[in-house]
């Protein structure tokens, strides 16, 4: 195939020179230029033609490769986008699923930062009641002591004006005939 290649490169390269050695041996005596179709122009043409397949046969499989190639490696890009594509699509669930839980987990710490604030609202509630009963009861029991201490008190201060304002009713009504009475009926009561 090299082989080939290289014949027709050296068949266009001898095209091109005894094109070039015809067309300029017959133009430089005239003057004019020739018109219409002559043979330096068959020559150029076939040269053409010679270069052009044998570029075409020499590039052929260097091109061809190149581009098979480039376009494995786009393929490649895109198996490996897709695949990234994928992970990124399965990472996105798994955050979704993620939030997803992290919320609910929210709301169950709030609920029970709720219940647990109910819970110690009854419970202070419970203890401010009993508390209450407590200082109900312990004031009962002073507010008692208090009025009994005052009712002995009030006696005491009743009896105390009552012996007074007797021994003076008895200084004022009792006669030495009663006084000589009263302290025989206690010598009697002595003796006896």
């Known amino acids: 195939m090299k082989r080939a290649v290289i014949i027709c490169l050296m068949v266009s390269v001898?095209?091109?020179?005894?094109?070039?050695?015809?067309?300029?041996?017959?133009?430089?005596?005239?003057?004019?230029?020739?018109?219409?179709?002559?043979?330096?122009?068959?020559?150029?043409?076939?040269?053409?033609?010679?270069?052009?397949?044998?570029?075409?046969?020499?590039?052929?499989?260097?091109?061809?490769?190149?581009?098979?190639?480039?376009?494995?490696?786009?393929?490649?890009?895109?198996?490996?986008?897709?695949?990234?594509k994928k992970d990124a699509e399965t990472e996105l669930a798994q955050y979704n699923k993620k939030l997803l839980l992290l919320e609910q987990e929210t709301e169950k710490i709030v609920a029970e930062y709720i219940k647990q604030g109910n819970e110690a609202k009854e419970r202070i509630l419970r203890e401010a009641e009993s508390a209450a009963e407590k200082l109900e009861v312990q004031a009962s029991r002073n507010i008692e002591n208090e009025f009994e201490r005052a009712k002995l008190q009030l006696q005491q201060d009743i009896l105390e004006k009552a012996l007074i304002k007797a021994e003076q009713v008895v200084k004022q009504r009792i006669t030495d005939k009663d006084q000589e009475r009263l302290v025989d009926e206690y010598l009697e009561k002595v003796v006896a």
Request: charged letters at 25%; a neutral charge.
């Open 14 to 84: 001898l095209f091109f020179f005894s094109g070039a050695a015809l067309g300029s041996g017959g133009d430089e005596g005239h003057g004019a230029e020739p018109k219409g179709w002559i043979a330096t122009d068959t020559y150029r043409v076939m040269n053409f033609a010679v270069l052009a397949i044998a570029l075409f046969l020499i590039l052929r499989k260097p091109v061809s490769q190149a581009l098979d190639a480039r376009i494995r490696g786009i393929r490649e890009q895109l198996s490996e986008l897709e695949v990234r």
